[in-house]
């Protein structure tokens, strides 16, 4: 099975945060009923204590962080005074002493959770803030691109009301088509095939929207990718060598001025190019 999107994007995320900041250990997850996650993504751990620990809402860095929905930090997790302490044993078994958590946020409503921490009591300063957030938008879009989530259609502005599921279905039926068409010998019904896939991805594209010009596998790489499929996956679908997709992956972001996946799979809805 593709893995999610957005497992994906989180893995890229704390690698990025650790990257970005030189922090050792970064970790995070995604909350599955509002009120309570898991730590899923654990990069940099000496131990397993992390891995797997669920998380409620008000309960320790993370869960003020959830209760709050705006990052957290502390500078010595074992003596901070203004959170609980439930989990003081695994992030003792971890060696943990400055930590921050930053909140992943769509539409008001707190969706996860990414951690970074030091294994020494020093204050984490801006910058690590910084990266910190940017990790977590990185996060935000990939579940805007995963919920399909879009402004509300108004009567007469070029909205379409829809359900997200069948919409969901729509998407799928453009990445087969796209998928398909290079496979088409003939070229006045390859070029027919291309036009219906075209008229479903530009179905629901706003006013003034940006106007984005993509090749046609640039396209099709994207269209695999907002399914969820990896590299790899896109690879096999298209009959292309992963190499070949990373660098059409790479020009469609930089067209798009997108930094990530899911950036640049949300960009492309936006610009008509993507249902």
């Known amino acids: 099975m593709p893995e999610r999107v957005e497992a994906v994007e989180m893995r890229a995320a704390l690698l990025r945060l650790r990257r970005d900041t030189g ?15 898991r730590i899923a993504e654990v990069h940099g751990a000496v131990s397993t204590a992390l891995g797997g620990l669920a998380i409620g809402a008000g309960n320790g860095l993370g869960g003020k962080a959830i209760a ?11 003596s901070a005074r203004h959170i609980s302490h439930e989990y003081d044993a695994p992030v003792a078994a971890e060696g943990l002493r400055s930590v921050l958590a930053v909140p992943v946020v769509v539409g008001r409503r707190v969706r996860g959770v990414l951690y970074g921490g030091l294994r020494v009591p020093l204050p984490l300063g801006d910058r690590v803030f910084d990266a910190a957030v940017a990790a977590a938008r990185d996060v935000e879009q990939a579940l805007v691109v995963r919920d399909g989530a879009r402004r509300p259609a108004v009567a007469g502005d070029g909205g379409v009301p829809e359900d997200p599921a069948a919409w969901e279905g729509v998407r799928e039926a453009h990445g087969e088509l796209r998928a398909l068409a290079p496979r088409i010998a003939d070229p006045a019904l390859r070029a027919e095939l291309l036009a219906v896939s075209g008229r479903l991805a530009s179905a629901r594209v706003p006013a003034g929207a940006a106007r984005v010009t993509l090749t046609p596998r640039e396209t099709d790489v994207l269209a695999a990718v907002a399914s969820g499929a990896t590299n790899a996956e896109v690879a096999g679908r298209l009959s292309l060598r992963p190499e070949t997709v990373k660098g059409y992956l790479r020009s469609a972001m930089r067209k798009l001025g997108a930094h990530t996946r899911g950036q640049a799979v949300a960009s492309a809805r936006r610009a008509g190019l993507l249902p």
């Open 23 to 37: 922090l050792p250990i970064a970790f995070g997850g995604l909350l599955h009923d509002g009120r309570r996650m």
């Open 68 to 78: 709050l929905a705006r990052p957290c930090a502390v500078t010595d997790y074992a």
